[in-house]
């Protein structure tokens, strides 16, 4: 027995005594225990073990595990928690409790704030054993789960950002506790906005802001921070592209090498939905399956065709690329359609795969070891190349495994496929010392693949136990039910339920000398969303045998959200009262988007998914990319590897088995693919020039519907009303809740609202065109309705226009003051498009209107084209000042020097009388000076003036609220513009990047102007700091 107590092998996780009086100590109770005591033959005496997290956390519960075996009297075990200050161990807090023989006991702290730093844990034995021994444990800072929910996840110059900050306990309970932080930067990291030291309400904090027309397109980032940790959400600022018409193409989602052919069918309307004539140009890629690694340069197969709305185009694309057998290729279309008349053009890209087989074969490891005799459970999941699961329930799938090398001797069984393309394999391996590997290979129609092999795992004997779920789909506040199965009879092993990272149950079980055992507990809300059980067991030779178990719980989230609306299609200026039902006395956030937003990209808005995922982030067990979610992993390769997997480290006198070799992974045969001959075969494929995300869109998305928080009162509802806009579209609502009881809610599914007219108009005119220009008038008729409408159209414009015929004849010219009535056949669900040629006949602004009457309603549209003198405006100012002390009238002739060249009636005079000089600068703060902006000397005039402005408002006590919000906007704006001209090393120059070096002039002016207007906007410090020294330098 003593020479067992010397062969003990700790892992990093195991601590042993460090104090050699403390092993002559263990010794002697050993030798004590064993001439004193009357135990059951063949059981090993005396044995303790001590179950701990490896994570300390601040603000948390931090529970230990202490289980006792084979003792005649109880064991006083003492728990303390301390923190190394130098060379010496600081208690913080210290837990007593006496433990019966072959039980088990919690010993639960309670931990506050914590400072950073290297905490210990050490334990005291006394009474039936005596023990004494410590090891470090980690610190870890979060405490806290902070989620950041925007409006949307893409957004484009000019845009407003909302957002929301949401502070939760690991048991998603509202955080009230000290102010947070909260900054705005850039995709260069410059900050733009802050919100220093803000509380929160029930857990929530608010903001937005707004997009200057010109910024630093890409990742931008709100940073939260809070009690020391930092909190990120990212969106994008990119440049959104409104072509005049759309491109679809549909192609399969892959081709094999030996069948390669295939149809592009490729689509063009406008945007009003009438076809698109003109060429498509096609261009087929093939590309390696590395993202970074490409042939310097591959000729790409080109197809030039005409199109009509729609054209099919076939390809075998195999021969006609040139392309051998491989493993896998993609290939991308890039497609373009143009407008033979305008010469506008709007791409698309589509991709798909080229592959070996139509079907792919995949093993989904239960474990990463098997265990001599004891059943082993695989996956095998078959899906078609683009990933979706195959089902077939005719053809089933082969599955040879053998435990050897030997691939002649393998067995062969049949097994049908499940509607998710997975099925369920059963192994048996035989209890035999040679036992070491399980092969196993998978056929399924074309398919032949060899899955690789699956280690075995180690004991010092050969023991083993296995874990396993019974209850289907566990869920909090049931029962779950646990089997135990042993390669050896048990007489009782102990089970630890870990949850967020900690020890929340432990019990010893009593077996009775059964080589399996169920057991049942209740499934609590801190063992959601993903709890791990470990079981371990003490064999008669005083090694200690473990196994682990996780598996998902379902009602993790239990505040229920839900969004109701009074009417899920609605016309325009309807009521929509959106009712949100949940807990009683709940904050509660509502938001309502364009469903547009979604589909372009999802990522801001909060979920339920999102919530589970962060919930996650308190586990400290290892987690296995293999391991899917709707499966359990069921065990290591050696005991140490279950106690170091599972995040806890552990005390003990028995024996641990280690063995070094034991965590190879799985060993998978592929196919490698020859190398490109030549030193330059591949290359980097190189970024973007400017880096900008673009997006093509149909249109621009709609403002946000509504973006509102509230209470829910005594019932547990709250009830937003908003009026419905003119825009055609559908709008997605989602609502969640924080309840200082049952925490953090979301809906589980947006409600959609969809806006829909039975008749709508649309004009597609010019913002601004040349006086003698021709241009054409689209007025657009939809019907909504299932059948067919007959619409009266009238259409109207100013008397300085001259409406041409459609039929082009640009001799039947006419001015015309009355309307021009038309009437037009709109199909069901169709649109009509009726053209209007217009030739303005003088300057200024033209007022276009459009009235629509067909099934019982009239719609009515005006717009505004803006008619421009060719050549360039210029401004002259002259200032005259009125002194009226002596006498009321006051007349004086101004002489205007008109320039030689001027177009003729261009010019236009304006006259103002003010009594103060800055009262024209009030009215239209946001066009204080017409200067140019497409450089950075011009834009700093948006600093000094604005500034100087509100200076004088605040002296002469005129500021008021909307003043103020439009000077400190435009120099927000400006300031983001700013940043675009900023060079690496922090100089600033007239264009920016596209300058070689920094200006020292303009550096200069434009920290000055940061400096002068720190009062009014967030300014970046480094910005301003690393100019300085750049200066400094020169």
């Not at 002559?24 to 005591?37: A, P, Q, S």
């Not at 049931?478 to 199965?485: D, G, L, M, P, T």
Request: with cysteine; charged share 20%.
């Amino acid at each position: 027995r003593i020479g067992q107590l010397y062969h003990f092998k700790p892992t990093k996780q195991t601590s042993v005594c460090s104090d050699p009086c403390a092993k002559i100590n263990m010794i002697i109770l050993y030798i004590t225990v064993i001439l004193g005591t009357s135990l059951p033959s063949g059981l090993t005496a005396g044995i303790y073990t001590i179950i701990a997290p490896q994570v300390l956390r601040p603000n948390s519960d931090y529970r230990v595990s202490v289980s006792v075996m084979n003792t005649t009297i109880p064991v006083d075990v003492t728990v303390e928690v301390s923190q190394m200050i130098r060379t010496r161990a600081n208690a913080i807090s210290t837990k007593r409790t006496t433990v019966e023989s072959d039980s088990s006991k919690i010993i639960k702290f309670q931990f506050g704030e914590l400072q950073p730093g290297r905490y210990q844990l050490l334990i005291k034995g006394n009474g039936g054993l005596s023990f004494q021994n410590r090891t470090d444990i980690q610190y870890e800072h979060k405490s806290y789960s902070v989620f950041i929910q925007t409006d949307r996840a893409v957004y484009r110059s000019g845009n407003d950002v909302n957002f929301r900050v949401i502070l939760v306990t690991p048991q998603l309970k509202p955080g009230v506790t000290g102010a947070i932080d909260v900054n705005v930067t850039d995709s260069k990291g410059h900050l733009i906005r802050k919100w220093n030291r803000v509380f929160t309400a029930n857990g929530v904090f608010a903001g937005s802001f707004k997009l200057a027309d010109e910024l630093q397109y890409g990742d931008w980032n709100i940073t939260v921070s809070f009690l020391g940790q930092l909190f990120k959400k990212t969106f994008v600022v990119g440049r959104f592209l409104f072509p005049k018409f759309e491109i679809k193409v549909d192609v399969p989602g892959f081709v094999t090498f030996d069948d390669s052919s295939m149809v592009a069918n490729i689509q063009a309307r406008y945007l009003h939905g009438k076809p698109v004539r003109g060429e498509a140009i096609l261009e087929v890629t093939a590309l390696y399956k590395s993202g970074r690694l490409q042939p310097i340069f591959t000729e790409p197969l080109r197809r030039v065709v005409p199109i009509d709305g729609r054209v099919t185009v076939p390809f075998n694309l195999a021969p006609e690329l040139g392309i051998v057998d491989d493993n896998e290729r993609e290939i991308r279309f890039d497609v373009r359609v143009e407008e033979p008349m305008t010469g506008r053009r709007s791409n698309v890209t589509a991709y798909m795969k080229m592959v070996k087989y139509r079907y792919q074969l995949e093993l989904i490891k239960s474990s990463s070891t098997f265990k001599p005799g004891l059943k082993y459970t695989a996956f095998i999941r078959v899906t078609h190349p683009d990933g979706t699961p195959v089902q077939d329930g005719e053809k089933q799938l082969t599955i040879r495994h053998g435990f050897s090398n030997v691939t002649e001797t393998y067995d062969t069984t049949k097994h049908w496929i499940l509607e998710d393309g997975t099925a369920e394999v059963d192994f048996y391996p035989p209890p035999f010392e040679n036992v070491t590997i399980l092969g196993i290979e998978a056929a399924y129609r074309d398919a032949n693949e060899s899955l690789g092999y699956i280690l075995r795992s180690y004991s010092e004997n050969p023991v083993y136990i296995q874990t396993e779920l019974k209850t289907k789909d566990p869920t909090i506040n049931q029962q779950i039910i646990i089997a135990v199965n042993s390669t050896q009879a048990l007489r009782s092993f102990v089970y630890e339920i870990m949850g967020r990272g900690d020890i929340v149950f432990a019990q010893t079980i009593q077996a009775l000398g059964r080589k399996t055992r169920e057991f049942k507990f209740l499934c609590t809300p801190s063992m959601a969303p993903k709890a791990r059980i470990i079981v371990h067991y003490l064999t008669d030779a005083g090694e200690i045998i473990a196994d682990a178990l996780d598996f998902r719980v379902k009602g993790s989230i239990q505040n229920e959200v839900q969004v109701q609306v009074n009417r899920p299609v609605a016309a325009p200026g309807d009521s929509l009262e959106i009712t949100v039902l949940t807990k009683p006395n709940s904050f509660v956030g509502i938001m309502g988007i364009d469903s547009s937003v979604n589909k372009l990209k999802q990522g801001g808005d909060l979920t339920r998914g999102t919530i589970l995922k962060e919930l996650e982030t308190y586990d400290s067990t290892l987690v296995y990319a293999e391991h899917p979610s709707k499966l359990h992993w069921l065990g290591s390769g050696t005991t140490a590897d279950v106690f170091e997997e599972s995040g806890v480290v552990i005390f003990t006198n028995g024996y641990l088995y280690n063995d070094p070799n034991s965590s190879q992974d799985t060993i998978r045969f592929k196919p490698t693919r020859p190398p490109l001959a030549g030193p330059y075969a591949f290359s980097r494929i190189p970024r973007p020039i400017d880096d900008i995300p673009l997006y093509n869109v149909v249109r621009d998305f709609y403002d946000t519907l509504i973006f509102d928080n509230s209470t829910s009162d005594g019932s547990g509802k709250a009830t937003f009303t908003v009026t419905v806009p003119k825009n055609t579209t559908s709008w997605t609502i989602s609502a969640f809740s924080a309840n200082s009881i049952y925490g953090l809610g979301v809906n589980e599914n947006a409600v959609e609202v969809e806006v829909t007219q039975p008749l709508t108009v649309d004009m597609n005119v010019p913002v601004d065109i040349y006086l003698g220009e021709v241009v054409a008038l689209e007025v657009v008729v939809s019907n909504g309705l299932g059948r067919e409408m007959i619409a009266d159209v009238s259409f109207l414009v100013d008397k300085n226009v001259k409406v041409i015929e459609t039929s082009n004849d640009l001799k039947d010219e006419q001015e015309t003051s009355t309307p021009i009535t038309k009437s037009v056949t709109v199909g069901p669900l169709d649109v009509t498009v009726i053209p209007y040629i217009v030739k303005p006949v003088s300057a200024g602004e033209v007022k276009i209107e459009v009235d629509v009457s067909g099934s019982g309603k009239t719609v009515k549209m005006i717009k505004y084209m803006k008619v421009k003198y060719q050549g360039d405006r210029h401004y002259y100012n002259k200032a005259t000042l009125l002194d009226l002390r002596e006498s009321s009238n006051f007349e004086k002739n101004i002489t205007i020097d008109l320039p030689v060249n001027i177009v003729n009636n261009s010019y236009v005079i304006e006259v103002s009388a003010v009594a103060d000089l800055l009262t024209p600068s009030i009215a239209n703060v946001e066009k204080l000076l017409r200067l140019p902006l497409g450089s950075c000397e011009p834009n700093l005039n948006h600093f000094i003036p604005n500034a100087v402005l509100i200076d004088y408002l605040k002296k002469t006590k005129r500021l008021k609220a909307d003043i103020y919000g439009k000077a400190v906007g435009s120099i927000q704006d400006a300031y983001q513009k700013q940043l675009t001209f900023r060079h690496l090393d922090g100089s600033f120059s007239a264009f920016g990047k596209r300058d070689e070096v920094g200006s020292i002039w303009l550096t200069s002016l434009v920290i000055r102007s940061f400096i002068r207007v720190q009062p009014y906007i967030d300014i970046d410090p480094m910005v301003i700091d690393t100019a300085l020294d750049w200066l400094l330098s020169k």
